[in-house]
């Protein structure tokens, strides 16, 4: 599993409500990301950590932001729940040497309903 | 970016017959493609990849091909069995507008994969 745990696994929130999912890596890994999977959609990339305090945006970013203030974790923060950010959210890693390729590992899952 | 295509969206086949999913990229610079499979309710998960200099690999009863002139790979599997049953994505790294892709993957829709009895 590569060692990813995501927290929390299943919740349901309030329009309107901030909502912080973590993602916690134990193998000192570089790269994060963070996915959503929409049905027809597949997955898609939301925010990603190259490093502490290093970060950018994907490809559906709007809504969300994201903080990495040590390696092991990455925080994605939803600052005002939307029902459109219902939706299951993964954490990744990309693990292996940089010749190995992309070689990305997902977590879990959390599954987010905004009501 | 880069932008993946996947096709079909829904597969169904009988146990025994081959499958064959076929995926589409955009941007010529990419050299790893890899293939997930993802059981309903859990994680995708890394079944097999391929880079750029190699136009096939296979791994028992799976294989994936890759074209780099049209910018097209596949996923084949033989022998279906209705364990491989499941949805499964292509992907092919994406790079921000510095031209580094961080190791980020864009994927494709995701193909719905129904083996029968």
């Known amino acids: 599993d590569a060692g990813i745990t995501q927290s929390p696994r299943h919740k349901v929130t309030e329009t309107g409500t901030p909502v912080t999912l973590r993602c916690h890596q134990t193998?000192?890994?570089?790269?994060m990301y963070w996915y959503r999977q929409d049905p027809g959609h597949g997955l898609r990339l939301i925010h990603y950590?190259?490093?502490?305090?290093?970060?950018d945006k994907g490809e559906v970013s709007d809504g969300y932001s994201v903080s990495r203030s040590k390696t092991e974790d990455f925080l994605l923060t939803l600052e005002s729940a939307t029902s459109s950010q219902t939706s299951v959210y993964f954490c990744?890693?990309?693990?292996?040497?940089?010749?190995?390729?992309?070689?990305?590992?997902f977590g879990e899952g959390s599954w987010l309903t905004v009501v | 970016g880069e932008n993946v295509e996947q096709h079909p969206s829904t597969l169904s086949v009988q146990e025994g017959d081959s499958a064959v999913i076929k995926c589409t990229y955009s941007?010529?610079?990419?050299?790893?493609f890899p293939w997930y499979k993802q059981e309903l309710g859990k994680r995708p998960q890394l079944i097999i990849d391929?880079?750029?200099?190699?136009g096939e690999k296979k791994d028992q009863r799976i294989a994936v091909t890759l074209n780099k002139t049209a910018k097209h790979f596949s996923l084949h599997i033989t022998e279906t069995q209705p364990e491989d049953s499941a949805v499964y994505f292509c992907?092919?790294?994406?790079?921000?507008?510095?031209?580094?892709?961080?190791?980020?993957?864009?994927f494709g829709q995701g193909t719905i994969l129904t083996v029968h009895p």
């Open positions: 990744a890693i990309r693990a292996g040497r940089i010749l190995s390729g992309n070689t990305i590992y």
């Open positions: 193998e000192n890994h570089r790269y």
């Open positions: 950590s190259y490093g502490v305090k290093d970060t």
């Open positions: 941007d010529s610079a990419s050299n790893y």
């Open positions: 391929i880079r750029s200099n190699v």
């Open positions: 992907a092919a790294p994406g790079k921000n507008a510095g031209g580094t892709s961080y190791g980020k993957l864009t």
